[in-house]
C-alpha cells in the first residue's frame, strides 16, 4: 500500500513539475518576398477566399466543406470548413485590419481537438515593387496540452506548411496581377 502511494505521489510530481517548465504560449511564422507593390499584395491577402489559390491545406482536402460568412475582406468575415482528418474542422475570422498593414484573425479549430490560435498576415515595404508577407498564428497552451508540447514542437510542426503556402502566393502573386474583388458581400456556401 506505501508503494502505491509512493508511486501515485511521483507521478503527482511529475506531472507538476512538467507543467510549470511546459511553454505556456507559442508563435510561430514565416516570411518571403514577393516582388509587387505592397498595396496589390495587401489588397490580395484581406481576401478569405482568395486563402483558397494559396493554402497548403487547400491542397491536403480540396474537397472540403467549406461557407463563408459575413462580408469578405471586412471585421467580422468567417472561413468555416469541415474536411479530411489532415485538415480538421475548424473556422477563422477577421478580428482586425490595419489597412495596408496587417490582418488579424482568429483560428478556431473543433475537430481533432478544440483549441483557439490568433493568426496574423503583416506586409512591409522591402524595396521599390516588393513586400514583406509574414504569416503566423501564435496562442496560449493550456494544462494539460501545455504538457504536451514538450514534445511537439510547433515550429517544425507547422513551419513546413507555412513555407509552402507562402511560395505558393508568392507564385501566384508574381505569375498574374492582382485582381480586385469586386464579390465583396459573401453569405453560405
Not at 470548413?81 to 483560428?107: C, P
Not at 504569416?135 to 514538450?150: R, Y
Amino acid at each position: 500500500m506505501i508503494t502505491a502511494l509512493y508511486i501515485l505521489g511521483g507521478i503527482v510530481l511529475l506531472v507538476i513539475v512538467l507543467a510549470v517548465i511546459a511553454p505556456k504560449s507559442y508563435d510561430v511564422n514565416r516570411s518571403i518576398t514577393v516582388k509587387r507593390p505592397r498595396k496589390d499584395v495587401f489588397e490580395y491577402l484581406k481576401y478569405l477566399k482568395n486563402q483558397a489559390e494559396w493554402s497548403p491545406w487547400e491542397k491536403k482536402d480540396p474537397n472540403m466543406e467549406k461557407k463563408f460568412t459575413g462580408t469578405d475582406g471586412t471585421v467580422g468575415a468567417v472561413n468555416y470548413w469541415n474536411g479530411n482528418k489532415d485538415v480538421g474542422e475548424g473556422e477563422q475570422e477577421i478580428t482586425a485590419i490595419r489597412e495596408g498593414e496587417r490582418v488579424d484573425g482568429q483560428l478556431r479549430f473543433f475537430k481533432p481537438w478544440k483549441s483557439q490560435s490568433d493568426c496574423y498576415l503583416i506586409t512591409e515595404d522591402a524595396g521599390k515593387d516588393s513586400t514583406k508577407v509574414t504569416w503566423g498564428f501564435s496562442g496560449k497552451n493550456k494544462f494539460p496540452m501545455s504538457i504536451m508540447m514538450l514534445f511537439i514542437n510547433m515550429d517544425k510542426a507547422v513551419g513546413k506548411d507555412f513555407e509552402e503556402g507562402l511560395s505558393s502566393l508568392k507564385a501566384r502573386l508574381e505569375k498574374e496581377p492582382s485582381r480586385p474583388r469586386t464579390d465583396k458581400k459573401i453569405a453560405h456556401g
